[in-house]
């Protein structure tokens, strides 16, 4: 059985979970992939202007292809993997 979940939190090498680590998760099939960027580090183009602190959560569709999902503040986080999980992306960026 694959891996489940991957989270990572971004740092100065944020390129490597967005891009490196995002691609390289889908191939090898782990079901959900979680960054969490809690510093706003990326850029704008991943988090907006101005830069928000987002979880981004990214689920395997039927074709194998990653479909993302983002959350802020007091948005409920969703996860296809974990219905259960009930957090606040605040919850996770302030923790």
Do not use: C, H
């Amino acid at each position: 059985m694959p891996i489940q979940l991957a989270v990572e939190v971004t740092s100065t090498n944020w390129e490597d979970d967005y891009v490196d680590k995002l691609d390289e998760y889908q191939r090898l099939g782990i079901t959900e992939y979680w960054i969490v960027d809690y510093l706003a580090i990326a850029s704008r183009a991943y988090l907006g202007n101005p830069k928000v602190p987002t979880v981004f959560v990214f689920s395997l569709d039927k074709n194998a292809k990653y479909r993302q999902t983002q959350f802020r503040g007091a948005e409920q986080i969703t996860s296809p993997t974990f219905p259960e999980l009930s957090l606040t992306a605040e919850q996770i960026l302030t923790a």
